[in-house]
């Protein structure tokens, strides 16, 4: 079945570059998610991006896809105190729904 | 516009209660979901709903029961709650658009969720 999947955890100083990694199985996703969940909130679109592109970028986020390893990679520059949160990967399974992977918690030093 | 709303936002029951939790959206969105999140296990599809008047089962529908009488709002209900299903639950509605399948783009938009702890 299908299933998606990163680390739990990642801590990262102030300033520098954030990756989070997902890896996921079905290969017919089209599109592939990143969602931010804040605390005590629901989740939020942060990017997307489209199966038949290798990058994209938006400011301060750039999302790497390897669809031959079906890799994707969030990368987040500057890193900021208010980047703290999880982060989800996730990938449309069929035209209903999409399959997230467990969240990644990024929290940030000084 | 409200978005999706939740309620209620925090809830005790003691085990063999039942409830039902309500989740509303103005966007005028076919589909709607409810997850679970629980700490390490990320979201889990309980039920969702492809239109007013259906209702489907997601990953872990066992314990929990589902309407969509109208279009706006997805009920949840719990008919003999357990301490299992102590957990975070989220709603979430979409449009999705473009081919049907994997192909379409389908983003999810969340409500702020409910805290239901079962003693």
């Known amino acids: 079945g299908e299933d998606v999947e990163q680390s739990l955890f990642l801590s990262v100083r102030e300033g520098d570059s954030s990756v989070i990694n997902c890896t996921y199985t079905?290969?017919?996703?089209?599109?592939l998610y990143w969602y931010k969940q804040e605390p005590g909130a629901g989740l939020q679109l942060l990017t997307y991006?489209?199966?038949?592109?290798d990058m994209k970028q938006d400011q301060r986020l750039t999302v790497l896809l390897n669809k031959k390893d079906k890799h994707l990679s969030l990368r987040i520059a500057d890193t900021q105190t208010g980047d703290s949160a999880i982060y989800f990967c996730?990938?449309?399974?069929?035209?209903?729904?999409?399959?997230f992977g467990s969240g990644t918690r990024l929290s940030i030093r000084p | 516009n409200a978005g999706v709303t939740q309620t209620p936002k925090f809830r005790v029951l003691k085990t063999g209660q039942s409830m039902t939790l309500l989740c509303a959206q103005d966007?005028?969105?076919?589909?709607m979901y409810w997850y679970r999140q629980d700490p390490g296990m990320g979201l889990r599809l309980i039920h969702y709903?492809?239109?007013?008047?259906?209702?489907a089962k997601g990953e872990v529908p066992d314990g929990y029961n589902v309407s969509r009488l109208k279009k706006q709002n997805f009920l949840l209900g719990l008919e003999s709650a357990a301490p299992s299903q102590t957990s975070v639950y989220f709603c979430?509605?979409?449009?999705?658009?473009?081919?049907?399948?994997?192909?379409?783009?389908?983003?999810?938009?969340f409500g702020p969720g409910t805290r239901l702890t079962v003693l």
């Open positions: 979430a509605s979409s449009y999705p658009t473009g081919l049907a399948g994997p192909s379409s783009y389908n983003e999810q938009f």
């Open positions: 079905d290969s017919s996703s089209t599109y």
């Open positions: 991006i489209f199966s038949n592109m």
């Open positions: 996730a990938e449309s399974s069929s035209a209903s729904k999409i399959i």
């Open positions: 966007m005028n969105h076919e589909y």
């Open positions: 709903s492809v239109g007013e008047g259906t209702t």
